[in-house]
């Protein structure tokens, strides 16, 4: 094993515990901040740490900043660039051992999500959630001066989209295209298996595995991942519903099943879909519903999706329905188990349209359609 090697285990064996989860303190990444900045005037330092909110709330403006220390804003600013400029191009960052680690920590965990990442994840791989708001303004400052992690700035991705230096954008553009044309041949979310099945020969031809495929998916703009695990293009109602009609359709035809409006606000609650809205009110999903005709009002109170089949009507219209569509006389069990395939009714309802409105019967007593019924 090489030093470097020995190097790179030494740091991961600091980010994780047994279980997998971070370990390094914010106070590692803090530290390194002072060793950073020790060469420099303590006004500087100063500026520079209420410029991005180190050990404090949140970044102050270059106007606070300026008005707390006399100074004009440009003045602030001016102080700012210079001193990262200088940090940069004396390369101090990779010759004090503690920075040069943290910067070591932030490339492996860039590297180990394929040299692409949304900055929000690498905050979560590194920081607990407790010190991940304070940990992005540390993050911030070192971002700052460095050449190795780069911010993307492309509209093809996430804002918050980190690279290495060495990432190949190219192969990435080439690979989310490809997707897209994928996912708008399928008009339909997908799950990554399939994505994974059916893009063999994008995979084997660019030499991507299957993890390197979902990190690149990860950042993209225009392909996301719905509450359900399906991926999709973001513009689309079964990845991005907005509103009642939108949500309660993805939950029913997730759940697969016809279902009373009262479950689908319950379900519509459960998938995290209205988690900023509060919670969903099951009368206005039924008012929303019932105006929507890829609805179908199939019971007392339950849905179901045209899709699957179901029609609108009364007993007695499915029945003629089912009578015409066969064409040829059906005996009540065949009757009653067609049309409770399409209306959730007790048998017994069934059997009263029946006899009320179906009494035209060939020898072997089996149902006919009446002339009369075919004309309306």
Not at 68 to 80: A, G, L, P, S, W
Not at 186 to 192: G, M, N, P
Not at 219 to 243: A, C, H, M, T
């Amino acid at each position: 094993m090489s030093n470097k090697d020995k190097y790179n285990k030494k740091v991961i064996d600091i980010k994780k515990n047994k279980k997998g989860k971070q370990t390094i303190p914010l106070s590692f990444f803090s530290q390194a901040v002072d060793d950073l900045l020790e060469v420099f005037p303590k006004r500087s330092q100063d500026i520079i740490r209420e410029r991005f909110g180190i050990n404090a709330k949140y970044p102050q403006t270059l106007a606070e900043i300026g008005k707390k220390n006399n100074i004009t804003r440009e003045r602030v600013r001016q102080i700012i660039q210079n001193i990262l400029r200088q940090i940069i191009e004396k390369n101090r960052g990779e010759k004090i051992a503690r920075v040069k680690k943290v910067y070591q920590i932030l490339r492996f965990t860039l590297s180990q999500n394929s040299g692409i990442i949304r900055q929000k994840d690498l905050l979560k791989e590194i920081f607990t959630e407790n010190e991940r708001e304070r940990g992005k303004n540390v993050f911030d400052l070192l971002l700052s001066c460095s050449t190795d992690i780069i911010p993307l700035k492309n509209h093809k991705v996430e804002k918050d989209t980190l690279i290495e230096s060495s990432f190949d954008f190219s192969l990435w553009e080439y690979v989310e295209n490809s997707l897209v044309k994928f996912f708008k041949a399928e008009r339909t979310v997908v799950s990554y298996e399939k994505i994974l099945l059916n893009n063999k020969r994008l995979l084997e031809k660019n030499n991507l595995n299957n993890q390197k495929i979902f990190n690149f998916l990860k950042v993209s703009r225009r392909i996301k991942q719905n509450v359900f695990g399906d991926w999709g293009l973001y513009n689309w109602e079964e990845v991005n519903p907005k509103n009642i009609r939108q949500k309660a359709y993805l939950v029913l035809k997730k759940n697969n099943n016809p279902s009373h409006f009262k479950e689908i606000a319950n379900l519509i609650d459960k998938s995290g879909l209205n988690k900023n809205k509060g919670k969903s009110h099951p009368q206005t999903v039924h008012n929303e519903l019932i105006k929507d005709k890829r609805f179908v009002l199939i019971g007392r109170g339950i849905y179901a999706l045209t899709e699957w089949g179901y029609k609108e009507g009364t007993v007695k219209d499915i029945i003629e329905d089912v009578l015409k569509k066969t064409n040829q006389p059906l005996s009540r069990e065949e009757i009653i188990k067609k049309v409770l395939s399409q209306k959730q009714v007790k048998v017994s309802t069934i059997n009263i349209n029946l006899s009320n409105y179906f009494n035209t019967k060939n020898k072997q007593g089996y149902y006919l359609l009446r002339r009369k019924a075919i004309k309306q």
